[in-house]
């Protein structure tokens, strides 16, 4: 970890917020891109796409060393991350992406990941998947 660094401090109720809204959109979906994260100035910008939804929030931050970039993380992992750091969060961050929440008593991990897009399915997919007794909603 010779090149970790501290990069940005967010409150609770910010943190809170990310999880909600990460959460509504894997909970839902059948596929999930990674989740994309962007810091601008006392900003940190958060995407997430999904086969139902998508939405991006910007979340006020404590910028403490500034790093600029796009970086993608796996979104059930993010996810997860977010439900297991409660509390005021220090963010973490290394020159090659690698994202470390933590807080006064534990610390998550995350490996950064390659951007993709979301797999939607045909017109063609979903009704054949109808056919077989699958519930779609259009």
Known sequence: MPDKMLVAKIKANDMKTMAETVSMITN???DTAPVLLKFKNNNLQ???EST???STLNVPIESVNMISGEFYYNAKYFSDM???IR???DVYMTK???LYA???VSEY???NSKKRSVKRKSKKQRKRHKNRGGKINE
């Open 46 to 48: 958060l995407s997430i």
């Open 28 to 30: 839902v979906s059948e």
């Open 52 to 54: 139902e939804a998508e």
């Open 87 to 89: 509390g005021d969060v």
């Open 96 to 98: 090659r992406g690698i």
């Open 82 to 84: 977010l439900k297991l």
């Open 109 to 111: 991990m995350l490996t």
């Open 102 to 104: 933590s807080n006064p």
